[in-house]
């Protein structure tokens, strides 16, 4: 606890000479006494300095810069909770404005004024609306058929977001994965289909994997499951984690099929707060048409005024980041969007071509396709390295940037990359000092005189496997 205000001090006392700086911050129990607002502001403000400047972190894929009239109209709407609709209509106009123009930014098929979709928290909760409503789907077919309905499995690559394990645990639905390999860096649709059965609620292609930065191709997995669907009699749909593609795509690749364009498509999801340039806590789901929307998922509610009919786990929720997403797409445009996204793809193909070069790193894949790419140590410079990459992310640290290290999914986990993520607000300025930190922390790490602790761990756990180092 603080101690209690000396009575010397008052408003004119400073607040770097206040008894409150000098005092631990409160970890178990809420303080005694009341704390000015300066100093209250000053102590959390403090508390954020060691961290990672939000620009700098080039491990998220969430929005860190809008412009400042987009800043200041989620300031003033910080108060407003979405969900009462009654006291805020117009919010929900816009929301439902925001529905129609993605989902004819996908090419939406429904004809209908007001599309079917709903905002989410985020990509995680239009995942698992989207998953749902393809559980229930499947289960009123099964119901009709008089088939039992205990056990429903899910298709997708290995490379999933950690939302669909969730997804599946807590509905008890099995997750049936496709395994990826270096050779084969995306789902392979011949091998989804083969964990096929008539227990498949959906397959979930992802456009912008987390992992890896690359697309799934839906338009090939939509050919192959409609002659299996065909073959089988059965109706497994696709529904697309397009979290980060779904706002690359439709502006950089527009020829690309991957949306409602193709037959099984029924569901798409995206993360309004990714490369949809909006600050955290936005996301979107979309149906091909209303009546792959389940009736269950609809709840309604009267006291709040009037009856209010909802989508959604959560209920209460930001109005603030709807109001953003409006902003952008009015003040952006389509071209706006484009111009956004295809700096980020050419600050991030400059990265990948830099990094490409030095001798130490291999490029995951050839070219990039989404703002984000991942690369490796090249395995011959690897043999006799002194470091690894989780050096290097801890190095990088040091001057400011979050560049994450991590394994690779099932089956290729002995596989160690690094992934930048470049978002609105990386310049090619800010790529230039990144790369010049890294290839500082290459030449720091050849000094080395004996190998890193991280270094002598992965050397262990390869050694098992019968590779030999020398250094």
């Not at 056990?151 to 394990?165: C, D, F, H, I, T």
């Not at 697309?215 to 109706?235: C, I, M, P, S």
């Not at 490796?376 to 400011?400: C, I, N, R, V």
Request: net charge neutral.
């Amino acid at each position: 606890m603080f101690e209690k205000r000396h009575p010397a001090e008052d408003t004119l006392t400073d607040i770097y000479g206040s008894k409150e700086m000098r005092s631990p911050a409160p970890t178990q129990f809420i303080p005694h006494d009341k704390t000015s607002p300066e100093a209250a502001y000053q102590l959390v403000k403090d508390e954020t300095y060691p961290q990672t400047q939000p620009r700098l972190n080039l491990a998220t894929f969430v929005t860190t810069y809008m412009d400042d009239y987009a800043t200041r109209l989620m300031n003033e709407a910080i108060n407003v909770n979405y969900i009462d609709e009654t006291e805020y209509p117009r919010v929900a106009v816009m929301c439902g404005r925001c529905i129609n123009i993605l989902a004819n930014l996908w090419h939406t098929p429904e004809k209908a004024e007001w599309k079917a979709g709903a905002p989410a928290i985020g990509s995680s909760e239009a995942c698992m609306l989207g998953g749902v409503a393809a559980w229930l789907r499947w289960r009123a077919r099964r119901k009709a058929a008089g088939k039992p309905c205990d056990k429903p499995n899910l298709v997708m690559s290995a490379a999933y977001q950690v939302v669909w394990e969730k997804f599946c645990q807590l509905w008890q639905i099995e997750l049936r994965t496709v395994p990826l390999t270096l050779d084969c860096t995306t789902l392979d649709a011949k091998q989804a289909l083969a964990l096929c059965d008539e227990n498949t609620i959906c397959i979930v292609p992802i456009a912008g994997v987390t992992w890896t930065g690359l697309n799934d191709d839906v338009e090939e997995l939509d050919r192959l499951l409609d002659e299996y669907n065909r073959r089988t009699g059965y109706e497994i749909p696709i529904h697309v984690d397009a979290a980060s593609g779904g706002f690359i795509l439709p502006f950089l690749n527009p020829e690309c099929k991957w949306d409602f364009r193709l037959k099984w498509v029924l569901s798409i999801s995206t993360s309004g707060h990714k490369f949809g340039l909006v600050y955290p806590g936005l996301g979107w789901v979309v149906w091909k048409d209303r009546k792959y929307l389940p009736d269950e998922m609809a709840f309604s509610v009267n006291y709040l005024g009037a009856s209010i009919t909802q989508v959604g786990l959560n209920f209460s929720r930001p109005a603030a980041q709807i109001l953003g997403q409006y902003y952008n797409f009015i003040r952006l445009g389509f071209e706006g969007y484009k111009e956004i996204q295809q700096n980020s793809m050419d600050v991030t193909a400059y990265c990948h071509e830099q990094i490409g070069k030095m001798k130490c790193f291999k490029n995951y894949a050839p070219k990039v396709v989404n703002p984000l790419f991942i690369w490796m140590m090249d395995p011959e410079y690897d043999k006799t390295a002194k470091w690894t990459l989780f050096d290097l992310q801890a190095k990088l640290q040091q001057s400011g940037w979050m560049v994450p290290a991590y394994t690779m999914p099932k089956n290729i986990e002995q596989v160690v990359v690094m992934r930048i993520v470049a978002r609105q607000g990386m310049s090619r300025d800010m790529a230039d000092m990144l790369l010049g930190d890294i290839r500082n922390a290459v030449a720091e790490f050849e000094q080395l005189a004996y190998p890193t602790t991280s270094r002598l761990k992965y050397e262990r756990r390869e050694k098992q496997m019968g590779k030999v180092y020398t250094h």
